[in-house]
Each structure stands twice: as structure tokens, then as C-alpha cells.
């Protein structure tokens, strides 16, 4: 077996919508094609001795060893290997659950796609699970050692790719009331919510952290100064810089016990408490050093150590720390029983798990040798012996949940502490015999104040109550009833989405709102482009929702994105797909327009619940995609006798139809009119139906979002097949004598929509014709064809980039399309792209139009604006615009009241009379 491909999907997509982050595998099984799992010896033996958990895989027969009976039955290494990724992810801490197999066209080829946790843990576990089945097949067994490796490897995978547990529980939480999140690329920062109304959080410190109350927070002695001067109990203390003068600050703290520690420390690094000694003095001195070059010897206050966490100004919980420690059984030494702790499975490294395993240092042989213990001394049962001085979970100690016991008084003492230091999110250290009484009465003193404090002793205590602490993070940054996402508008199809993207961005900016949108041409925000090029993947959707600036997204999400990674967003307010049409077939495993529309309908399944997914009635690919959307449906369709837009508004649907020269909305019996066609410059007079389809597209999605038809009427008029709003997209341009087109049509529907408008034109058609190199070779016989019956003359030219083609194949199989039409169509063979266009235009005839499909748009634009284009279209008679007239405001139809300009379709208005149809 041999992986040909490994894609890592992290969206919705042509696997699944609940499941969006897989793996798949592009898998050739080789000389096992033909196999099946039963007909290899010993395969199913050494897979069940190997992985005996596999037990626990349902299957297709949905039950306990459905899985394992399949292989005993028989089944294709593919759906072997893509079980075996599941369970090692599974057996390394990350269990995973989801998977599908499909053979490909491609005899012997399969696509393998399972759910992953981590993105590099997944791919290595689709290289270990092939190499685990490869090795089976041929010793009938895997090497417990080399699965141990690989068990250790994902594991490690899995910790690397750790968000670490406070910012787990934050993100969490915030999964919980379905805010989206994002991990950004720098900072260990995450992003919780999109656009504008996003928050960031860094472990604990959140978009409110304060600077100020950070960098005092870390200067302990000014804390400590602050805090004595409002009145609040501190220890008495002082900093050094030398170790001279460490016997005067020993004073000035009235002798000893002291405590020792970093001027700049943290997580218990650097600290020795309980100090009785000039010796332990010296080499808690030094310890502190290592740390920090300020050391503040503090006065040692006997009591327990506790963690008041404070958020947004109250106390949500208490825990008091215990240090590491462990407690005698009568028979194991101390280093048994550091042994037998560390093998919780609670513990882990550092901040990897709930708990953190013991490690022996410095102060640990110290703080042995003053109980007179060492490492092979038996406790007697019961007995505690204590392996650091300071209470840090880091460091192996445990937490107890104190929250229900804490006086009222220190509650409001600590949450003056925070408001005094100027933290949002505080970890406030209080040293005290007893939480429940006030410190002013036990002498207990609060020892420092901590910004980012973790989260893991609250929410995962050893012992007591766990408590949600992110809860109150998440109501701090968003409160009951503030939106946490933009809204999401997308369009998918196979052709006109960056014109129909372009419109609906300028229909929504009327609103005044910042729109941000992604199109073939680039990202842009507002008025201002950001990245040129192709941007409709998710990466291009994560630059616009990451923006803080955007207010409204708006999306072109084409074919490939989703392939490759699936969509940019887990679900969207309004979902449009223009139309389904052969193209790129043959590419990524999508073989047929079937499966094409299966991968455009992944776009449509993410419209939310209570928002909208617009169908092109008239494409019965798009309108079968109803039955699987959530989302209210609302269809457009260039007939208003189209029997599902009756149905669908006689049911009290949402439409918008082409009738009677007019861009018109449906609800039920009442017919909104937005403008005449004609009146609509996208249109061309209202002579191009594809333009007035996607006009009909994104003024139904304007309208389904909510923006007013007074809007959509003006962006509308405003809007313009030009080169600067929509390149390539229909670009008429006025050369003097004859008129020349760009439009960036490569595919046999983008073709017959173009040839709709063309074959209107009264004067000779010339195109320059070509298609991008990776097309099947009977899609460019098809465009010769289409050519034939559009144009008088024709020049066939070919990309620049052949995509792998020999150069002048695609041009010769055009010209093949182009004889066998039969219409003896003139024609001649012009590789070069600029050099066809130049020629072209030098020769062309008065009256006539020259049609350009470049590969590229941009310089073929140049080229034709080195011939200073007019700026004032004159079009001929048959294309030209009629004179604006404005409608009346009600207009009786047989389908019913029709309102031009009417935003609100269900409650009429007190000076306005409405009368529906039969009333």
C-alpha cells in the first residue's frame, strides 16, 4: 500500500458537516486491491492481538465487534486502515469516532477520511495505521515496541497541540453557548467570536487585562507597597539585590522563620519558606538568584495556603493548596510512594494534565533532611511527609475547594484587592489558619496577587466541588445579549459567484455597515483591497472574520477550498448557490456534476437553522439540495410559472422572480418589485438573463438578511459589469468603431449564459476563445462547439499555463469542437494569448464586438486600456437601456398585490390600503 495524497479538512465538507476536522487519506492498496481481509492468513488474528480494542467499533452492523466481524468476513485494507487511525488516536488520549471509505474512479485507489483531534497527531496516525495493517499482512503480526513508539508519538502530538487546561476550559466554555473561536498564529492568543465583536484571551488574561495591572501584579515588593498603603494585611518584607545585604533585610523583617523568593517569579520557582537558618538563608539567597536579580526575604506566616480567584470583581472560587507531598502506608518507602502517586493518570507534565507529577529538587533534599526523613525512609501509615515547600500545582501539590467556606469579609477584601491592583482576572494568595474567619482576626495576610492565575485547581480540584470558572470569564467578555458573530453571507456555484459575491457585498455596504468579502480577484474590506489573487478558501473567510473591523462577511466559497480544507466557517447566516454545471470534473476525485453538487451543497448545510439558504429553482441540481439544508429555503428562478416557486409561496415561502420586465420578491400572495431589468446596469439593458439571475440571487439574499429594498433598488442602480467592479465579468468596453468584451467564462455553462447576450449583437462576433489545460479533453470539443454558435470568426488561444498539457493540445481540441459544429465558422490557431488579442483588435471591423476569455483578466484589461476605451458606454440598438421610469406603488397582478418598494411584507401600513389576491 502506498499514500498517494493526505489533505487535513477543518471545516464543514464533502464528507460531513458535523464532522469537520478529518483526515483523508488518498490510498492505493496496490497488489491488495483485489484482497479482501479475509482471503490474507493470519490478518485477522494478528489485528485483534494487536489492537483487541477494536472490539468497541460498531461499524456498519451498529454493534460491539460489528467492526472486527467485518474483517473476519472480509472488507478492503482501506476501511481496515481507516479503523486503525481511529483507535490509535483513540488509545494515545484522544478519542475520535468518525470515518468513511469510498473507492475512487481510479481502480484500486480509495479516499480514506477519519476524524482527528490534532492535525499532526492525525496525519501520523494515517502513516502508522498503514504501516501497522502492511506489517499484519505480511508477518501476521506488529511489534508491540514499534506500537508502544507510536502510542508515545501521538501522545506527545497531542501535548505539543495543547491549548493548556485554563484556556481549555475558556474555549470550552465558550463552545458550550456556540461562540466560534480561532487560534491565532501568534502568542498563544485565541480569538473567541468573529469581526467586531470578537475578544481575545492569552491562558487567563483577556481583551479587558489591563497593562498596568500586569506589570504591577509582577513587581511583588510594588504590589506589596500598593496594597500596605490601602490598608490590606501584607507581609512585612523588604527586596535585595546582594547577599550582603541579606543579614539586614533578615532584621528589618524581625528574624526568623522568613520566606525567600524571586523578585520576578513565578509557578513556586526560585521559593523557600519557613527559613530558620543563616545557612537555609545562603542557599534560599542563591536559589532566588537563578531566578530573578531582585530577591524579597518576606517575614514567614504560619497558615494554610489558599487561591482566591477574582473575576470581573467577584470571587468565584477559593481553593486552598496543599504542597506535594504523599502519606505512609507502613510498608513503602518515600520513593515508592512517589512512584505509586506519579502513577495517577491525573498526573502529567507541567500544566499537560489535571495534576502535575511529583519532582524531586533542591529544596525537596532540604525540606527531607529537616523532617529527618530521606528517600528510603518507611512512613508509618498515615504519616505525611511533605516534598516541597510551596503549595504550586505546578510543582505537585493538590488542590481542595474552599468556595463555600470563605468569610463574607475576605470576599470583599479580595475583590478590592483586584479592583486596587486594576486586574480583570486575579489569582489573589492568602495565607491564613482559617478562610472562614476574617484575616484581621487570625493574622493572616494576603502574599501576593497574580495575574493569568490558572483555572485547573478550581475547575478539577483534587478534592471538593468543581467549579465552572470560565463561566463567568465567558459573561464578563460577552454579556447576556451581545452578539458574538457577524453576520455570514456565502455564495457557492459553479458559475457567477464573484459577480453575484461583488453585488451582495455592495447591496449590504448601503446599510452603512464595514463589509469584508472574498472574491476570485482578492480580499477586500470596505473600499480596500487586501490581498490580491484567487481568495475564495477558508483561509481567505479567516482573514475577513478574523478583521475587528468587519460587520458583515460576505463569501465566495468555491470548489477547491472546500476540497482541500473544507469551508472557512462552521455555519452561516445566509447560504446561496447559483447553479451547478460541469467544470473541474475529473479533479479531486469529483468525477461526475452529481458529485459536484453534493461538494456545492456542503455550503448550503452550514445556513443556520433560522437563517436562509437561497436555490436556483430553475437548476434541478440546486433544488434537490432542499431536503438536507436546516435553513429556511428561499428560491429565485427567471420564471414566475416555476411550479416549486408557486408551491414553495403558496406555502409562504420566500422568492424573487424575473416577471414582466421586473426584479421582483415573493411572500406568499404579496409581490414585492425591486426595479426593472432594464434600469439595472449589471444587466446590459436587461439583455444578459445570467446577470438578471444573479441580480435575482443577491437581492434575494440582501432581502433574506434584512436589508431594505430602498437599498437594494439604489445598489442596484449603482452597480456595474465594469472593470472595476466586477473584472472579467462581462466588461464592455467602447473602442471608437466596434466594442470589445472580457468576461472570464471557461467552462461549457458559462459559455451558453455568455452566448445569450452575444448572439443579440447586431454586428460581426469575434471571439478569442481558449480554456484552462486541466479540463477534460471532451470539455474542450464542447467549447469549440459553443464557439461555433456564438461567433462569426473565432481565434483559438491557450493559456499560458497548460496545467501539464502539451502545447497547442487544448487549442487543437477546440478546433475539433469548432468542425465538427459544422457550421464553417472561420477560425485560426493564435497560441499566444496577447498576441491573439492584439491582432484581434488591430483588424476588427466597424460594428463589431471582439469577446476575450483570458486566463488572465487583469492583462487583458491593460491591454485593452492602452486603446483609451470611451468612458461613456454607447451601446448599440439592440442592447440598449430603455429610459428609467418609476413604477407605480401598487400594482394588481393574478398572482396578487404587487408593492413596488413596500420593505415590509406582513403588516401594512396605516396610509397604505393592501388588497391581496381573492380579497
Not at 523568593?261 to 530558620?276: C, E, S, V, Y
Not at 529537616?370 to 505525611?384: A, F, P, S
Not at 468555491?558 to 445566509?574: K, N, T
Not at 488579442?837 to 487583458?860: H, Q
Amino acid at each position: 500500500m502506498k499514500i498517494l495524497k493526505t489533505q487535513t479538512l477543518r471545516g464543514p465538507n464533502y464528507w460531513s458537516i458535523r464532522y469537520k476536522k478529518l483526515i483523508v487519506m488518498r490510498l492505493d492498496l496496490e497488489d491488495l486491491a483485489e484482497t479482501l481481509t479475509d482471503e490474507i492468513p493470519s490478518f485477522y488474528e494478528g489485528l485483534v492481538k494487536t489492537l483487541p480494542s477494536l472490539v468497541e467499533h460498531h461499524c456498519s452492523p451498529g454493534c460491539r465487534g460489528g467492526f472486527l466481524s467485518r474483517v473476519q468476513e472480509g472488507t478492503l485494507m482501506g476501511h481496515v486502515a481507516e479503523h486503525v487511525a481511529l483507535e490509535l488516536q483513540t488509545l494515545a488520549g484522544m478519542p475520535v469516532s468518525f470515518g468513511r471509505t469510498r473507492e475512487t474512479a481510479t481502480p484500486g485507489v480509495h479516499q480514506v477520511a477519519f476524524e482527528y483531534v490534532d492535525e499532526q497527531a492525525g496525519r501520523y496516525a494515517a502513516r502508522a495505521a498503514v504501516r501497522l495493517c502492511q506489517s499484519i499482512v505480511a508477518t501476521g503480526h506488529y511489534p508491540p515496541e514499534e506500537l508502544e513508539q507510536d502510542l508515545k508519538d501521538l501522545r506527545d502530538f497531542a501535548v505539543q497541540a495543547s491549548l493548556g487546561p485554563s484556556t481549555e476550559n475558556i474555549v470550552r466554555e465558550a463552545e458550550s453557548r456556540g461562540i466560534p473561536w480561532i487560534q491565532l498564529g501568534a502568542r498563544a492568543m485565541i480569538q473567541l467570536g468573529y469581526g467586531v465583536y470578537q475578544k481575545r484571551i492569552q491562558a487567563t488574561l483577556s481583551s479587558y487585562t489591563g497593562i498596568l495591572g500586569v506589570e504591577l501584579a509582577c513587581d511583588k515588593e510594588g504590589t506589596k507597597r500598593i496594597l500596605r498603603d490601602s490598608g490590606v494585611p501584607v507581609p512585612r518584607g523588604t527586596v535585595i539585590y546582594y547577599l550582603d545585604e541579606l543579614e539586614q533585610a533578615i532584621d528589618d523583617v524581625g528574624s526568623y522563620p522568613i520566606v525567600i523568593k524571586p523578585l520576578d517569579g513565578n509557578h513556586g520557582r526560585g521559593i523557600t519558606i519557613n527559613i530558620n537558618s543563616w545557612e537555609l538563608a545562603e542557599g534560599a539567597y542563591d536559589a532566588a538568584k537563578e531566578v530573578s536579580k531582585g530577591v524579597i526575604v518576606e517575614r514567614f506566616y504560619t497558615g494554610r495556603d489558599h487561591r482566591v480567584l477574582v473575576i470581573d470583581g467577584k470571587v468565584v472560587a477559593v481553593a486552598e493548596r496543599v504542597p506535594a507531598h504523599v502519606i505512609g502506608d507502613g510498608q513503602s518507602t518515600i520513593s515508592e510512594l512517589i512512584e505509586e502517586t506519579n502513577r495517577d493518570p491525573r498526573r502529567g507534565q507541567g500544566h499537560d494534565n489535571i495534576l502535575t507529577r511529583i519532582e524531586l529538587d533542591r529544596t525537596s533534599w532540604e525540606l527531607l533532611e529537616r523532617q529527618g526523613y530521606d528517600l528510603d525512609t518507611v512512613l508509618d501509615e498515615g504519616e505525611i511527609c511533605y516534598l516541597r515547600a510551596t503549595a504550586n500545582l505546578s510543582t505537585g501539590g493538590i488542590a481542595i475547594d474552599r468556595t463555600n467556606e470563605i468569610h463574607p469579609e475576605n470576599i470583599w477584601l479580595c475583590q478590592r484587592v483586584a479592583k486596587i491592583i486594576g486586574l480583570d482576572i486575579a489569582g489573589i494568595d492568602v495565607v491564613t489558619s482559617d478562610i472562614s474567619k476574617p484575616l484581621r482576626e487570625v493574622d493572616g495576610v494576603i502574599v501576593e496577587v497574580n495575574a493569568a492565575p490558572g483555572f485547573r485547581m478550581h475547575f478539577c480540584p483534587s478534592e471538593g466541588i468543581p467549579r465552572n470558572v470560565a463561566e463567568p470569564v465567558i459573561d464578563m467578555l460577552f454579556p447576556p445579549g451581545t452578539p458574538t458573530r457577524i453576520p455570514i453571507l456565502a455564495l457557492t456555484g459553479t458559475n457567477g459567484k464573484t459577480t453575484t459575491t461583488r453585488l451582495l457585498a455592495h447591496i449590504v455596504r448601503q446599510t452603512g455597515q464595514i463589509v469584508g468579502y472574498t472574491t476570485t480577484d482578492g480580499i477586500y474590506l470596505g473600499d480596500y483591497l487586501v490581498e490580491q489573487g484567487d481568495t475564495t478558501g477558508p483561509q481567505s473567510a479567516q482573514v475577513i472574520l478574523q478583521d475587528p473591523t468587519v460587520e458583515v462577511a460576505v463569501l465566495e466559497t468555491a470548489r477547491g477550498g472546500i476540497l482541500r480544507s473544507g469551508v472557512g466557517f462552521s455555519e452561516c447566516d445566509v447560504a446561496v448557490v447559483l447553479n451547478v454545471a460541469a467544470d473541474h470534473l475529473g479533479i479531486g476525485d469529483i468525477e461526475t456534476v452529481e458529485d459536484l453538487a453534493h461538494l456545492k451543497s456542503v455550503v448550503a448545510e452550514t445556513a443556520r437553522p433560522n437563517g436562509y439558504a437561497v436555490l436556483n429553482a430553475d437548476d434541478p441540481l440546486v433544488a434537490a439540495m432542499a431536503p438536507r439544508i436546516k435553513a429556511q429555503i428561499a428560491y429565485f428562478s427567471m420564471n414566475p410559472q416555476n411550479e416549486l416557486i408557486k408551491a414553495h409561496t403558496q406555502q409562504g415561502g420566500l422568492a424573487a422572480v424575473y416577471e414582466n420586465g421586473y426584479l421582483s420578491i415573493l411572500k406568499g400572495d404579496w409581490t414585492l418589485r425591486i426595479e426593472q431589468a432594464a434600469n439595472v446596469p449589471l444587466t446590459i439593458g436587461g439583455s444578459a438573463p445570467f446577470m438578471i439571475a444573479n441580480a435575482l440571487a443577491a437581492s434575494l439574499a440582501a432581502f433574506a438578511h434584512g436589508v431594505r429594498i430602498e437599498d437594494i433598488r439604489t445598489a442596484l442602480a449603482t452597480f456595474q459589469a465594469s472593470a472595476n467592479q466586477t473584472p472579467g465579468r462581462m466588461n464592455l468596453f467602447n473602442l471608437g468603431n466596434f466594442h470589445a468584451m472580457i468576461d472570464y467564462a471557461h467552462n461549457p455553462h458559462s459559455y451558453e449564459a455568455l452566448g445569450g447576450f452575444i448572439r443579440n449583437w447586431s454586428g460581426e462576433r469575434i471571439g478569442i476563445v481558449g480554456g484552462p489545460g486541466d479540463r477534460r479533453d471532451e470539455d474542450f470539443v464542447t467549447l469549440g462547439k459553443l464557439s461555433a454558435g456564438m461567433f462569426d470568426r473565432i481565434i483559438v488561444k491557450e493559456d499560458d499555463d497548460t496545467r501539464g498539457r502539451p502545447r497547442g493540445e487544448a487549442a487543437k481540441l477546440i478546433v475539433q469542437g469548432i468542425e465538427e459544429a459544422g457550421t464553417g465558422i472561420a477560425y485560426e490557431m493564435i497560441l499566444n494569448e496577447t498576441e491573439a488579442v492584439n491582432l484581434t483588435l488591430d483588424t476588427a471591423p466597424a460594428g463589431s464586438l471582439v469577446v476575450i476569455l483570458p486566463e488572465s483578466v487583469n492583462r487583458a484589461i491593460d491591454l485593452i486600456k492602452t486603446r483609451n476605451p470611451k468612458s461613456n458606454l454607447d451601446l448599440p440598438r439592440t442592447v440598449a437601456a430603455p429610459d428609467r421610469q418609476s413604477p407605480p406603488l401598487i400594482e394588481p397582478s393574478e398572482n396578487g398585490t404587487v408593492i413596488n418598494g413596500k420593505t415590509d411584507l406582513h403588516t401594512p401600513t396605516e396610509s397604505e390600503e393592501y388588497v391581496q389576491s381573492g380579497g
